[in-house]
């Protein structure tokens, strides 16, 4: 499901950083070590630096296949560009496919875009690597809701769930905080108590 408008400030923070790592990989545009906070590329660790060496190299080599056959490279906007093309919304879907052990739904993504299996297998690769290296530093890329699914979040998060997503409320499960007064302790087994 692509969003209506494809713009940077319909992401969240973990997409923004896959968005911005997709375009910097393939433009080769990369930062060195920093030795203070020991990290490369913007906020991964340097543990991630082959990982992200590779994912650049497989970005380069699906762009080197595009080259010998003639077709176009791949549509990604600079670094610093506020608008998103239809081909990136479609790697960061790929991530979050890659993210939640959807091999398959990738090459599924990519084969929409790329008919040629060797350009899938390295796009494929390259996200795969991507993903791993944004979940390893604890970023998650959210799940967009397909029609009928319903998402559970709390209360605290509506606001930045409606700031960035077109989300229905009729879709959506909040978890609101509970009473702790003196009727629930009473009625409610202090096994069964969650806390808040």
Same mark, same amino acid.
């Given at each position: 499901m692509t969003r209506l408008s !494809? @713009? !940077?400030?319909d992401l969240c923070c973990c997409e923004r950083l896959a968005l911005w790592s997709i375009r910097c990989l393939i433009s080769h545009y990369r930062l060195p070590n920093c030795p203070e906070t020991k990290t490369t590329d913007g906020l991964f660790?340097?543990?991630f630096r082959p990982a992200l060496d590779a994912a650049e190299g497989a970005f380069s080599d699906a762009v080197h296949l595009l080259a010998v056959a003639g077709q176009?490279? !791949?549509? #990604?906007?600079?670094?610093?560009?506020? @608008?998103l093309t239809v081909l990136e919304e479609r790697f960061l879907r790929g991530i979050v496919a890659a993210q939640n052990e959807g091999q398959r739904d990738v090459f599924i993504l990519l084969a929409e875009t790329f008919p040629d299996r060797f350009v899938q297998g390295c796009l494929a690769t390259a996200l795969t690597l991507l993903a791993d290296c944004l979940a390893g530093a604890g970023h998650w890329l959210p799940k967009t809701l397909l029609k009928d699914e319903t998402t559970i979040s709390g209360g605290g998060a509506l606001s930045s769930i409606s700031r960035w997503r077109s989300v229905s409320p009729s879709r959506m499960r909040v978890l609101w905080p509970q009473d702790s007064g003196p009727l629930q302790r009473e009625t409610v087994p202090e096994a069964n108590? #969650?806390?808040h």
């Open positions: !494809l @713009s !940077l400030s660790p340097v543990c176009p490279g !791949l549509a #990604v906007n600079a670094p610093g560009m506020q @608008s108590r #969650v806390m």
